[in-house]
């Protein structure tokens, strides 16, 4: 973003490192974290700001500082000492084997663990709306992991892996189109999760978008056949997706959030 004329780019501290003494001719400063210029003088303790301007952007920065994920979760962050880590499968998908140390909720050091860890990158889902039909666009495939537990072909919303160097929107798109034909540009962003926080570093990225008219014509069939996909389009009432995941016909987690929030966003609306 390019600054106003007399501009100064700066990295903003941590509230713990922002000086008790300030300048007392302000200046703009760009902070890329905000995007959008800001008002110094900063200070670690801001007096309330009454009607003195700079008194006023000290208040609103502090405020945004403290206030900002970043230094919330530094702020809140345990200390971990890693040993040692080595991978012990290293394919399509990665384990990592590591030896560690963490801040227990006493304050003292934990004993040395080992934790594995798979690493199978990140993922997006998008729950899709088909507002002509009233109906939801998922999909089925075959889940060899879920085959061994009798739920070989699973319902799900459209969904796949972040590509190296692609946004989480970006990959929406590619798989949209991969697995259904469908060309959607703009997404509403649910949530994003880890699914199973205890032996995977993925995040999935979950959105919803809905569709109508041509917009909502898609191959009934799809998928990458290089990499062995072979994937139905089916349409489903929101009540029928709802009655599918009380008898257990939809299991997929990403699919059930997305349900669930869609039911509750239709209560509310």
């Avoid at 809140?76 to 140390?101: N, T």
């Avoid at 590509?163 to 990959?171: I, L, M, V």
């Avoid at 109508?212 to 056949?225: D, F, I, M, R």
């Amino acid at each position: 973003m390019p600054l106003a004329r007399g501009a100064v780019d700066v990295d903003l501290p941590l509230p713990s490192q922002i000086p008790v003494s300030y300048a007392t001719s302000p200046k703009q400063v760009y902070h890329p974290s905000y995007g959008s210029l800001l008002q110094p003088p900063f200070r670690s303790q801001p007096e309330l700001p009454g009607k003195d301007p700079l008194a006023l952007s000290r208040h609103l920065i502090y405020t945004l500082l403290q206030n900002h994920p970043h230094n919330k979760k530094q702020a809140e962050m345990k200390k971990v000492s890693i040993e040692r880590k080595r991978y012990i499968l290293d394919d399509f998908f990665k384990v990592e084997e590591a030896y560690l140390h963490f801040e227990q909720f006493n304050g003292e050091m934990s004993p040395l663990v080992r934790r594995l860890t798979l690493e199978r990158g990140n993922s997006v889902a998008v729950l899709v709306f088909n507002s002509s039909t009233e109906k939801l666009i998922l999909i089925s495939q075959f889940r060899y992991p879920t085959y061994q537990n009798n739920h070989g072909w699973t319902i799900e919303a459209i969904a796949g892996m972040v590509d190296p160097g692609e946004t989480p929107e970006e990959s929406t798109r590619r798989e949209l189109q991969e697995e259904t034909g469908l060309k959607i540009e703009t997404f509403e962003h649910i949530t994003t999760f880890y699914p199973s926080p205890g032996g995977s570093s993925e995040q999935i990225y979950l959105y919803y978008s809905e569709v109508s008219g041509e917009q909502a014509n898609y191959k009934k069939v799809g998928g990458l056949l290089a990499g062995g996909e072979d994937i139905k389009v089916i349409e489903l009432t929101l009540a029928d997706a709802l009655a599918k995941i009380k008898t257990g016909e939809i299991v997929d987690a990403k699919t059930i959030i997305g349900i669930y929030w869609l039911e509750n966003r239709q209560k509310i609306t």
